[in-house]
T-cell receptor, first 113, second 109 residues
């Protein structure tokens, strides 16, 4: 079946622009996570949703980062006024529930120039 | 969540077993050991997880020491397609994972 889908695959933004990254999780998956992965590093947790509820946003690096999942399926990660340090791969993952392994998408590579 | 320590890189000959170690000396009783791998330009892929007992699935085996302070992921017959970064993670809070920098496994002919 279809896996986790992320779009766009690549995004180039000029510093100061706003960007929106989309995640389509596997159908029926309750849990949804966003991770940020800098070059040469492991993924770092950003935020977690259970259905439409954002239960943990402790990893969001600043108030420029905002995530939503209004209907408990598709999620959007928005970054306002992008900075160069925001350049990274943004990974979305979903799972059936909090006790099951995560299924990751292939990420969106964001480059801020 | 407990921290993990992995060697930065390992090499393995194709067809041989790849044994990837992980130290997690501060693991607590209710924390699981999870292994994921990440092939270049893809998202991480779940491999296996365990609590106390050794586990085996179609991809790999996981050996956890009796004191649970370390574990080894075994790929029994490594192929070129197993070349990837392998992450050992510990979690007790559902599946919120904390990744380190992992082990870059290079499988060679």
């Amino acid at each position: 079946g279809a896996g986790v889908s992320q779009s766009p695959r690549y995004k180039v933004a000029k510093r100061g622009q706003d960007v929106a990254l989309r995640c389509d999780p596997i159908s029926g998956h309750v849990s949804l996570f966003w991770y940020q992965q800098a070059l040469g590093q492991g993924p770092e947790f950003l935020t977690y949703f259970q259905n439409e509820a954002q239960l943990d946003k402790s990893g969001l690096p600043s108030d420029r980062f905002f995530a939503e999942r209004p209907e408990g399926s598709v999620s959007t990660l928005k970054i306002q006024r992008t900075q160069q340090e925001d350049s990274a791969v943004y990974l979305c993952a979903s799972s059936l529930n909090r006790e099951r392994p995560l299924h990751f998408g292939n990420g969106t590579r964001l480059t801020v120039t | 969540d407990a921290k993990t320590t992995q060697p930065p890189s390992m090499d393995c000959a194709e067809g041989r077993a790849a044994n990837l170690p992980c130290n997690h000396s501060t693991i607590s009783g209710n924390e699981y050991v999870y292994w994921y791998r990440q092939i270049h330009s893809q998202g991480p892929q779940y491999i296996i997880h365990g609590l106390k007992n050794n586990e085996t699935n179609e991809m790999a085996s996981l050996i956890i020491t009796e004191d649970r302070k370390s574990s080894t992921l075994i790929l029994p017959h490594a192929t070129l397609r197993d070349t990837a970064v392998y992450y050992c993670t510990i979690t007790g809070g559902g599946n919120k994972l904390t990744f380190g920098t992992g082990t870059q496994l290079k499988v060679e002919l």
